[in-house]
């Protein structure tokens, strides 16, 4: 058993399915298990996931018409990977960036809480 999925009610946080598995069959069979326990798919107005292309494929066949909301954490790892792999490039060429892991660290801080607060509407605290 790698991965376990579950799927819940957002007003109560009431786990309404779980199963093993992570890919397109899992939306199919929690609709299936929707429909048996008298529900509609039209009921499911949006989906919280990460980015996995198998579970996207999935809620577009089964749930058109709920939206798709990454969470947070995924794209907030995408972000970092990226600015990573832009930081790894630029050393390479640009000798006075050489062991300069900290102010990219910096950057990345403050674009994170610019971006965070324009996408996510989080207010951060000045730290003192």
């Known amino acids: 058993m790698d991965k376990i999925e579950?799927?819940?009610?957002?007003?109560?946080?009431?786990?309404?399915?779980?199963?093993?598995?992570?890919?397109?069959?899992?939306?199919?069979?929690?609709?299936?298990?929707?429909?048996?326990?008298?529900?509609?798919?039209?009921?499911?107005?949006?989906?919280?996931c990460d980015m996995s292309p198998s579970f996207i494929k999935g809620i577009k066949n089964e749930f058109p018409d709920s939206k798709i909301i990454f969470d947070k954490l995924h794209l907030m790892k995408m972000m970092n990977r990226a600015v990573d792999e832009v930081r790894k490039r630029e050393q390479l060429t640009v000798k006075e960036l050489k062991n300069s892991n900290y102010l990219w660290y910096l950057w990345l801080k403050m674009k994170r809480t610019s971006f965070q607060s324009k996408v996510f509407g989080i207010r951060f605290r000045n730290a003192r």
């Not at 957002?10 to 598995?21: D, L, T």
């Open 6 to 48: 579950d799927f819940y009610k957002a007003q109560n946080s009431k786990v309404i399915y779980v199963c093993e598995e992570k890919n397109s069959s899992t939306l199919t069979k929690f609709n299936e298990d929707l429909i048996n326990h008298d529900g509609k798919p039209t009921m499911i107005q949006s989906i919280s």
